[in-house]
């Protein structure tokens, strides 16, 4: 009986362990979109809402004190972002990068005028990760291609 009961808690240790592993596992196969608000002097905006859509469906969230945002632990993918405020125009950025391991990293500005008014903005960059000294880069298909 108490060799039975000491398999059943070292058995259950093992799994607990292989859980807590598997759970890490999904997060570093994650990527963080973040950015700051600004308005047109390059004044940060808080309370700004901050809402995303892709491979995870739909967040929101209000820009800090600071006109920052940050969403943790996305799903690589593309994602859409708006973002907007009372009295001014909305922000679009359309097809927003989040990389593995990565956090792309937008800036938008707000100009004033109505809500129903929106600016598309299409660039996003990677923000490079200073406490890793690991170097990659991502090549695609078309760049062996040879041209005739």
Do not use: C, H
């Amino acid at each position: 009986m108490t060799r039975n009961w000491l398999f059943s808690v070292v058995a259950l240790i093992a799994s607990a362990g292989l859980f807590v592993t598997k759970a890490q596992d999904q997060d570093s196969a994650r990527g963080n979109l973040s950015g700051v608000v600004y308005d047109a002097s390059k004044g940060t905006v808080a309370g700004a809402q901050v809402t995303i859509t892709g491979p995870i469906s739909s967040l929101s969230q209000n820009t800090t004190e600071q006109g920052t945002f940050l969403f943790s632990t996305l799903i690589p993918g593309n994602y859409s972002v708006k973002v907007q405020k009372t009295g001014f125009k909305v922000a679009e950025f359309k097809r927003v990068e989040v990389l593995i391991n990565k956090t792309t990293s937008i800036e938008a500005i707000l100009e004033t005028g109505e809500i129903s008014q929106v600016v598309e903005v299409t660039a996003a960059t990677v923000t490079v990760d200073t406490s890793s000294s690991s170097i990659a880069a991502e090549i695609s298909k078309t760049f062996n291609k040879k041209t005739p």
